[in-house]
């Protein structure tokens, strides 16, 4: 007896920016073009409409053949939570509908555990594309500025140096 084959891919990856940096990432077509497809593959056009119940088309050129992906936005739950159907024009039947959820946990310095999970794929195609997110996500988190957190102002320390007088510090506190 053989084992059914696997129907999602599963990837996590630590980013060097706060969730709602990444998040911001998914929604914004420019910046999304940037890193969502593979390399080699490249993303010729992005069409996006981010509520729920809004489309996401994806145009991809790779090894000089063209093709894309469609979706709908399913869920929107900044800076946490995303999700998207996705159905891609090369799957054996294009018109079977997946779904990619991306959930977006805050870490220490600043940082965010990115969850894909993508379920519902055809069968045989979940490894190839555990391996298209794993490239997609080395590909954001390369684009991330390392440092790129948010201040919070409630622990943010001003210290000044005056010339011919001693150091000063002040802090600024939010409960003041």
């Known amino acids: 007896m053989t084992e059914p084959r696997a129907t999602a891919a599963l990837v996590r990856r630590l980013l060097p920016a706060p969730p709602d940096v990444v998040y911001d990432e998914w ?22 409409d981010p509520r729920v119940g809004g489309r996401l088309r994806i145009d991809i050129q790779e090894e000089g053949s063209e093709f894309y992906v469609t979706g709908e936005y399913l869920v929107l739950d900044r800076p946490g939570l995303l999700s998207f159907s996705w159905s891609c024009s090369t799957w054996p039947d294009p018109g079977l509908c997946s779904v990619v959820t991306v959930l977006l946990e805050p870490r220490e310095d600043s940082q965010t555990l990115m969850t894909i999970r993508h379920t519902l794929l055809p069968p045989g195609l979940a490894d190839q594309h555990e391996r298209g997110w794993e490239a997609i996500a080395g590909q954001l988190a390369a684009k991330l500025p390392a440092g790129q957190a948010t201040v919070s102002v409630s622990a943010l320390t001003i210290e000044s140096i005056r010339p011919g007088k001693r150091r000063s510090r002040s802090s600024l506190r939010s409960d003041m």
């Open 27 to 48: 929604l914004d077509p420019d910046a999304f073009a940037d890193w969502m497809c593979p390399r080699p593959a490249r993303c010729r056009g992005i069409e996006s």
